[in-house]
């Protein structure tokens, strides 16, 4: 069985940095390619970053220079290091990698950036 539980997030003001865990199981960790995405409210849900099992990584255009995501393998763990927050990035960011052709996604951790 899958699993993907994040933490980290919380409420911020602009220009500080949060960083998300992601613990994973179920999976061969280091293989798997995992992502962050996010959601803000009203909108759709959106790539944030990826990271693949041999460790390339891509950004949407929003955060890159901003966020780095990195992964633990001992742990079984992703992160998301966010600096330089901005109001915009308010939003529930969820943890994301698949297994054959299934999907799994954490519950989702809520960032909030306050100005």
């Known amino acids: 069985q899958v699993q993907l539980v994040e933490s980290g997030g919380g409420l911020v003001q602009a220009g500080e940095t949060l960083r998300l865990s992601c613990e994973a199981s179920g999976i061969i960790f280091s293989i798997n390619t995992m992502a962050w995405y996010r959601q803000a409210p009203g909108k759709q849900r959106e790539l944030v970053a990826v990271?693949?099992?041999?460790?390339?990584?891509n950004y949407a255009d929003s955060v890159k220079g901003r966020f780095t995501i990195s992964k633990d393998n001992a742990k079984k763990t992703v992160y998301l290091q966010m600096n330089s927050l901005k109001r915009e990035d308010t939003a529930v960011y969820y943890c994301?990698?698949?297994?054959?052709?299934?999907?799994?996604w954490g519950q989702g951790t809520q960032v909030t950036v306050s100005s």
């Open positions: 990271i693949t099992g041999g460790g390339n990584t």
């Open positions: 994301n990698t698949a297994s054959g052709r299934l999907a799994y």
